[in-house]
């Protein structure tokens, strides 16, 4: 199985200021047939599932703010909240899906300073 | 919209078993791969099986191999998880999931609790 190591466990970021969390797979998640990396970021907010937020390592959901960004390839990903905000508050997983099972990272808790 | 709903969650003895539905509308189901994510009290998302559109490729995590089985059934938009010889740490929130690799669209969840 894939493992998926997040880091920090957890973040405090000051309102209007930069969060930066990192994601690393044990292995390459990248498809060289299309040069895809199969790797998402989800925020999961108290009492909701996760809501995805960026796939394919890099593409931003419909309706996600452009705040949120998402970079890396191969095995190390980064998710970036460019200018906190307090509905930001939350838990942020990353999932891959090259292969069964889809791991998730262990979670990292962001919140305000 | 799309909507996923889950139901047949529950309290159950370890050895017991539960079967799970999730009702999808809002989109064609038939054209989707679909899975199931728990999450169990405190931790984050574990994902467990994942079913093809017609229901002949399947994949399970390990933990679960053997004991529980995926499955749909596309004219009634329906898919399902049976769950056999449950144990203490399949104690979890159990969401349906549209699978398009990542899963776009979740439903609220079903609680599974197995205690004596």
């Known amino acids: 199985d894939i493992v998926m190591t997040q880091s920090p466990d957890s973040l405090s970021v000051s309102l209007g200021e930069r969060a930066t969390i990192n994601c690393k797979s044990s292995?390459?998640?990248?498809?060289?047939?299309?040069?895809?990396?199969?790797l998402t970021w989800y925020q999961q907010k108290p009492g909701q599932p996760p809501k995805v937020l960026i796939s394919?390592?890099?593409t931003r959901e419909s309706g996600v703010p452009d705040r949120f960004s998402g970079s890396g390839s191969g095995t190390d990903f980064t998710l970036t909240i460019s200018s906190l905000q307090t509905e930001d508050v939350a838990v942020y997983y990353c999932?891959?899906?090259?292969?069964?099972?889809?791991?998730f990272g262990q979670g990292t808790n962001l919140e305000i300073k | 919209e799309v909507q996923l709903v889950e139901s047949g969650g529950g309290l159950v003895q370890p050895g017991g078993s539960l079967r799970l539905s999730c009702a999808a509308s809002?989109?064609?189901?038939?054209?989707?791969?679909m899975k199931w994510v728990r999450q169990a009290p405190g931790k984050g998302p574990e994902w467990v099986a994942n079913?093809?559109?017609?229901?002949?490729?399947?994949f399970y995590v390990g933990s679960v191999k053997g004991r529980f089985t995926i499955s749909r059934d596309n004219a009634k938009d329906s898919l399902y998880l049976q769950m056999n010889s449950l144990r203490a740490e399949d104690t979890a929130v159990y969401y349906c999931?549209?699978?398009?690799?990542?899963?776009?669209?979740w439903g609220q969840g079903t609680l599974v609790t197995v205690s004596s």
């Open positions: 999931v549209r699978d398009l690799g990542y899963g776009d669209n």
């Open positions: 809002g989109f064609t189901f038939s054209r989707y791969w």
């Open positions: 079913i093809n559109q017609d229901g002949n490729e399947k």
């Open positions: 292995q390459s998640v990248l498809y060289s047939s299309n040069n895809k990396n199969y």
């Open positions: 394919w390592a890099s």
């Open positions: 999932q891959q899906y090259y292969s069964p099972p889809h791991t």
